[in-house]
Structures are given as structure tokens and as C-alpha cells.
Nanobody, 123 residues
Framework: QVQLVESGGGLVQPGGSLRLSCAASGNIISINNMGWYRQAPGKERDLVARITGGGSTNYADSVQGRFTISRDNAKNTVYLQMNSLRPEDTAVYYC?????????????????WGQGTPVAVSS
């Protein structure tokens, strides 16, 4: 079984910064794309940022230049550095990963979601 565990959310004032972390655990062979999504109350879950296994990144227009996604392949962990936070960034942030893992001697593939970590930007 593969799990993603997020941490780092919380309450921050406008203009402040937060760093989210998401660690994958289990019998992992490799992880391809990893990403962060967010869902505000009453809205759909949207992509915030994504990073490939080779380190290429893409961002939602609304966070370009303010957020930075990175990963540590040795730790199976992805990060989201969020700067210049705005009230409209308030949402639950979810980690996502495309994982190849081993189970009962077989090689399997799974797209996994974390449980979500809340971020609130307010004065």
C-alpha cells in the first residue's frame, strides 16, 4: 500500500509564506509526476503546480512567480513553497503522485492522493 502524508498547512497573514511537504511511503519503485492541487469551499479541485520525474515544472497562472514546487527523489517527497500569499489562496491543498510500487512480487501502478492540508490566508 502506498500513502501520501502532507504537512505544513496553517493560518498566515496576507503577504506571508508557507511551505507544504508531502511524503510518499510504501514499497515504492519509482514516482513519476507529482503535484499539488487545491480546493476552495464550493469550488472544484484545481491544479496548482506539477513536477515531472525529470524535474520539469508547470504552474497555474494564478500562482506563477509566487509558488515554487520541488522534489527530493531520495526521500520520495514533494514540496510547495508559497510566497506572497493572498486571501484567494485559501483552500485545502492536496498532494498527488503517480507511483510504481511492488506488491506480492508484482509491479503495480497507482495514482495516489493525500488527505489534504488546509491553508488559510487572512488578517
Amino acid at each position: 500500500q502506498v500513502q501520501l502524508v502532507e504537512s505544513g498547512g496553517g493560518l498566515v497573514q496576507p503577504g506571508g509564506s508557507l511551505r507544504l511537504s508531502c511524503a510518499a511511503s510504501g514499497n515504492i519503485i519509482s514516482i513519476n509526476n507529482m503535484g499539488w492541487y487545491r480546493q476552495a469551499p464550493g469550488k472544484e479541485r484545481d491544479l496548482v503546480a506539477r513536477i515531472t520525474g525529470g524535474g520539469s515544472t508547470n504552474y497555474a497562472d494564478s500562482v506563477q512567480g509566487r509558488f515554487t514546487i520541488s522534489r527530493d527523489n531520495a526521500k520520495n517527497t514533494v514540496y510547495l513553497q508559497m510566497n506572497s500569499l493572498r486571501p484567494e489562496d485559501t483552500a485545502v491543498y492536496y498532494c498527488n503522485a503517480e507511483v510504481t510500487y511492488k506488491e506480492a512480487g508484482y509491479r503495480k501502478y497507482l495514482e495516489v492522493w493525500g488527505q489534504g492540508t488546509p491553508v488559510a490566508v487572512s488578517s
